[in-house]
């Protein structure tokens, strides 16, 4: 498999392309400038959730490539309504989704574009937070789940501290060890060491929510 990365805006957010099936997984601000210099076409953009640095050219990719949009049914106003953070006071505007997208829902094997996924739902740092594994790949494409050495933060509006970590516990953990982790921000880690070590919600973890 066939896979490029590419990390935009002013929060350093990461998105990833697979080149042998035009799946892009988020789409940070300037991502659809690098799709174009690269040549990609889109057929389907999967995103993770609704927070703003990860569907900055989300509208605009659905746009210029004619490609479906698939999330969680709890990031559809997060997509769709132009003024939907600034009713949580935040100086952010978003370009709407032309259409809605498609919903996902938890599945233990879903196909999209030929590639099968499963798909998880780790609500917590943002409601309808989903994260897909390429268990042919060994990747679990984590979103702002599970980062190196950290979790998603859960103080920003529909947070939760405490339900990210036993999502993180119940369902990312149960993964195999060398399950690759690609997260919404930062460098790829795997899911043996983060059991193992991270300082949130590993086997030597002693913080609280």
Not at 49 to 58: K, L, S
């Amino acid at each position: 498999m066939q896979l490029d990365s590419f990390t935009g805006g002013i929060f350093d957010t990461n998105c990833f392309f697979l080149l042998n099936h035009g799946i892009l997984i988020d789409a940070p601000q300037n991502a659809a400038d690098w799709l174009q210099e690269k040549g990609y076409r889109v057929s389907t953009l999967l995103l993770t959730h609704g927070h703003i640095d990860h569907v900055w050219d989300a509208a605009r990719i659905q746009k210029e490539h004619e490609c479906v949009v698939a999330y969680h049914a709890d990031t559809e106003q997060m997509v769709t309504e132009r003024d939907f953070f600034r009713s949580y006071g935040y100086a952010w505007d978003i370009e709407p989704l032309a259409t809605p997208g498609e919903h996902l829902e938890e599945s233990a094997s879903m196909q999209i574009e030929g590639r099968e996924f499963q798909v998880l739902l780790v609500p917590g740092h943002c409601p309808g937070s989903l994260c897909f594994l390429d268990k042919e790949a060994g990747l679990l494409y984590g979103g702002d789940t599970l980062f190196a050495g950290g979790v998603g933060r859960w103080d920003l509006p529909g947070g939760d501290g405490e339900l990210l970590f036993r999502m993180i516990r119940e369902k990312l953990f149960k993964l195999d060890d060398n399950v690759t982790v690609l997260p919404g921000h930062g460098p790829a880690t795997k899911i043996g060491i983060e059991r193992e070590t991270n300082p949130y919600v590993g086997e030597r973890s002693e913080f609280e929510v």
